[in-house]
């Protein structure tokens, strides 16, 4: 009996000791100070054979945190300037106050966005720091970057020939090869883009050649079972599967990007659809007003799936017109979008059932061209 007490005796002792015992206090971390945000440029402007090469060093100070370095975090944000970081590039560091960009890289950031290619932007950079674990984020100063973009190289090679044709039961032309034309001609938009707009079957496929009247080439699909193909998506060079058309048949219009590699295929549903001739009416030419109009001199020639030109024109000045896609036809026409817009004499944007267009400021002979594919007419001194 003697021995157990002294037992507890001892424990209550031990437990009693420790309780008296003074803890050390617990660290306490500092809110720390924003980084200072520095660059090595305030302008930028690489071209493509700069690519590889490094033309953008950021550096930001301490935020003198609590805590050993290496468990300092920061968030570099760059986005375009007046978006407030809302649609911002973001990359992470831990311990690391310095970063690096080659051209490929921020040009890469900046086509990410929808960037045009060749054009300046004024860009924002900042850092946000904080401990590891997120605590006390602060933001750095705000410093201003003027970068221009550069185009790459295209995902697709263009064609040789710098045109393309489609082809296929899906069109009017079936597998006929070489197919019609001008109707089954794309147009070339740019530099790296070309579209059409073409009656579709459904149920049928086609191809796209870049040489009429020749299998040898082709662009083409990998895999033409991909859900929503018919859409868009990928295409490549001889590849091995047809495109197939869209689920209705109908007007289409085809876009292939070769900057992307990529294709779209969307109803064209403008109305008046794709005419099959297109006549200039109007008191600004020889024929005035009068419909029908004399031909062949008031009309214009296809030249592809989209494009028309009428290849000289008398136009009066202080005068307007219109296009008909029927002559004699006064139920349909395109105009002007908006016959005050600043240039329009020279051309613009047009629309079915549009206004009246004005002609050019001096009399004379023009060439005109009008495109469905973006709904734009040019006008030109001969």
């Given at each position: 009996?003697?021995?157990?007490?002294?037992?507890?005796?001892?424990?209550?002792?031990?437990?009693?000791?420790?309780?008296?015992?003074?803890?050390?206090?617990?660290?306490?971390?500092?809110?720390?100070?924003?980084?200072?945000?520095?660059?090595?440029?305030?302008?930028?402007?690489?071209?493509?054979?700069?690519?590889?090469?490094?033309?953008?060093?950021?550096?930001?100070?301490?935020?003198?945190?609590?805590?050993?370095?290496?468990?300092?975090?920061?968030?570099?944000?760059?986005?375009?300037?007046?978006?407030?970081?809302?649609?911002?590039?973001?990359?992470?560091?831990?311990?690391?106050?310095?970063?690096?960009?080659?051209?490929?890289?921020?040009?890469?950031?900046?086509?990410?966005?929808?960037?045009?290619?060749?054009?300046?932007?004024?860009?924002?950079?900042?850092?946000?720091?904080?401990?590891?674990?997120?605590?006390?984020?602060?933001?750095?100063?705000?410093?201003?970057?003027?970068?221009?973009?550069?185009?790459?190289?295209?995902?697709?090679?263009?064609?040789?020939?710098?045109?393309?044709?489609?082809?296929?039961?899906?069109?009017?032309?079936?597998?006929?090869?070489?197919?019609?034309t001008p109707t089954q001609?794309?147009?070339?938009?740019?530099?790296?883009?070309?579209?059409?707009?073409?009656?579709?079957?459904?149920?049928?496929?086609?191809?796209?050649?870049?040489?009429?009247?020749?299998?040898?080439?082709?662009?083409?699909?990998?895999?033409?079972?991909?859900?929503?193909?018919?859409?868009?998506?990928?295409?490549?060079?001889?590849?091995?599967?047809?495109?197939?058309?869209?689920?209705s048949s109908g007007l289409?219009?085809?876009?292939?990007?070769?900057?992307?590699?990529?294709?779209?295929?969307?109803?064209?549903?403008?109305?008046?659809?794709?005419?099959?001739?297109?006549?200039?009416?109007?008191?600004?030419?020889?024929?005035?007003?009068?419909?029908?109009?004399?031909?062949?001199?008031?009309?214009?020639?296809?030249?592809?799936?989209?494009?028309?030109?009428?290849?000289?024109?008398?136009?009066?000045?202080?005068?307007?017109?219109?296009?008909?896609?029927?002559?004699?036809?006064?139920?349909?026409?395109?105009?002007?979008?908006?016959?005050?817009?600043?240039?329009?004499?020279?051309?613009?944007?047009?629309?079915?059932?549009?206004?009246?267009?004005?002609?050019?400021?001096?009399?004379?002979?023009?060439?005109?061209?009008?495109?469905?594919?973006?709904?734009?007419?040019?006008?030109?001194?001969?």
């Amino acid at each position: 009996m003697k021995i157990i007490t002294k037992i507890w005796f001892l424990a209550f002792a031990v437990i009693g000791f420790a309780a008296c015992e003074k803890l050390e206090d617990l660290p306490l971390y500092g809110p720390g100070t924003a980084s200072v945000l520095s660059s090595s440029a305030a302008i930028v402007a690489p071209l493509p054979a700069d690519s590889n090469k490094n033309i953008l060093t950021l550096n930001w100070t301490d935020p003198a945190y609590a805590t050993d370095t290496s468990n300092q975090k920061y968030i570099l944000e760059i986005d375009s300037t007046g978006r407030n970081f809302s649609k911002a590039y973001r990359k992470e560091f831990l311990g690391k106050r310095t970063v690096t960009f080659t051209a490929k890289e921020l040009n890469n950031i900046m086509l990410s966005w929808g960037f045009e290619y060749n054009k300046a932007y004024d860009l924002d950079m900042r850092v946000i720091s904080s401990y590891a674990n997120n605590n006390e984020r602060l933001n750095s100063n705000v410093v201003k970057l003027n970068a221009k973009t550069y185009k790459v190289p295209p995902k697709i090679a263009l064609p040789t020939t710098g045109k393309l044709y489609i082809v296929g039961d899906a069109t009017n032309g079936g597998w006929t090869n070489p197919v019609p034309t001008p109707t089954q001609e794309l147009t070339r938009i740019d530099e790296t883009t070309f579209g059409g707009i073409f009656n579709m079957t459904a149920g049928k496929e086609y191809l796209i050649l870049p040489l009429n009247g020749n299998w040898d080439n082709k662009f083409a699909l990998a895999n033409k079972g991909i859900p929503g193909i018919s859409g868009g998506g990928d295409f490549g060079f001889n590849l091995s599967d047809n495109f197939p058309a869209p689920a209705s048949s109908g007007l289409y219009k085809v876009i292939l990007d070769f900057q992307s590699g990529k294709f779209t295929v969307t109803p064209y549903t403008q109305q008046h659809g794709i005419p099959d001739s297109l006549y200039i009416v109007g008191d600004a030419t020889t024929g005035g007003w009068s419909n029908p109009v004399p031909i062949p001199s008031q009309r214009f020639t296809r030249i592809n799936s989209t494009r028309w030109e009428l290849a000289s024109v008398n136009l009066t000045a202080g005068k307007e017109y219109l296009f008909l896609p029927e002559n004699g036809n006064w139920g349909k026409k395109y105009g002007a979008f908006d016959n005050s817009t600043p240039g329009i004499k020279g051309g613009g944007l047009f629309k079915p059932e549009g206004q009246n267009m004005p002609a050019p400021d001096v009399t004379g002979n023009y060439k005109i061209s009008f495109d469905l594919i973006n709904n734009v007419y040019v006008v030109t001194k001969l």
